[in-house]
């Protein structure tokens, strides 16, 4: 089956330790996003890429870190320099389908910070 | 600004129709999203619309379009209680790339 996976489903970080995120997609997009969601807030942008080996920042990315290497894979680091990093964060892929460009979701991993 | 806005809260009873409603900022934007979100899930794409259209049907959704007024609403006919989910409008930005905009989420209760 063809889809987004994301993982772990829950994690927890101590304050001052950077944690790394999985987000892989075989669905062969070409874009890949990082979203941060929070109670009462709609979906805020961190990072997204384009292609392979290229990635811009969103509009809340002080405190993230993300690479792309492979098509298929697109972590992000919460680094400890972000200071409020518990959240719900999901990731999304698309490639341009002629007229839309429909965002397809992973299942999203909850961070909290102790 | 960017801020694309819905109500937080909306509560019917099972067999009701419920009608979501987003306003939105960019009167340039090409589409037009809404997504469900289940409890502890990711998004999932319900329906769109085009902007040069008003209306949109699919199944037990209608989806309506205000270019004028940059207001779009979702109507779900006879709800079920597996409709109760959070719903958020998107609307798409051309900066290069398809950049999404999300509003605030609408959480849809339906009660037997």
């Known amino acids: 089956d063809g889809g987004i996976t994301q993982s772990p489903k829950y994690l927890f970080r101590k304050e001052g330790q950077n944690v790394t995120l999985s987000c892989e997609q075989n669905?062969?997009?070409?874009?890949m996003y990082w979203y941060r969601q929070d109670p009462g807030q709609g979906l805020r942008l961190i990072y997204y890429s384009q292609i392979v080996n290229d990635f811009q920042k969103g509009d809340i990315a002080e405190g993230y870190s993300v690479s792309r290497e492979k098509k298929e894979s697109f972590p992000l680091t919460v680094t400890s320099a972000q200071k409020n990093p518990t959240a719900f964060y999901l990731c999304?892929?698309?490639?341009?389908?002629?007229?839309?460009?429909?965002?397809?979701f992973g299942p999203g991993t909850r961070l909290t910070v102790l | 600004g960017e801020d694309v806005e819905q109500s937080l809260f909306l509560s019917v009873r099972e067999g009701d129709s419920s009608v979501i409603n987003c306003t939105y900022t960019?009167?340039?934007?090409?589409?037009l999203y809404w997504y469900k979100q289940e409890p502890g899930a990711g998004l999932q794409l319900l329906t769109y619309i085009f902007s040069n259209m008003d209306m949109k049907q699919d199944q037990r959704l209608t989806v309506l379009l205000n270019k004028k007024d940059k207001h779009l609403s979702l109507r779900i006919a006879d709800t079920q209680t597996g409709d109760s989910a959070i719903y958020f409008c998107?609307?798409?930005?051309?900066?290069?790339?398809?950049?999404?905009?999300f509003g605030t989420g609408t959480r849809l209760l339906v009660s037997p």
């Open positions: 999304a892929s698309s490639s341009p389908s002629g007229r839309r460009d429909e965002q397809f």
């Open positions: 960019d009167s340039s934007s090409t589409y």
């Open positions: 669905l062969n997009h070409d874009a």
């Open positions: 998107a609307e798409s930005k051309n900066t290069g790339f398809q950049k999404l905009v």
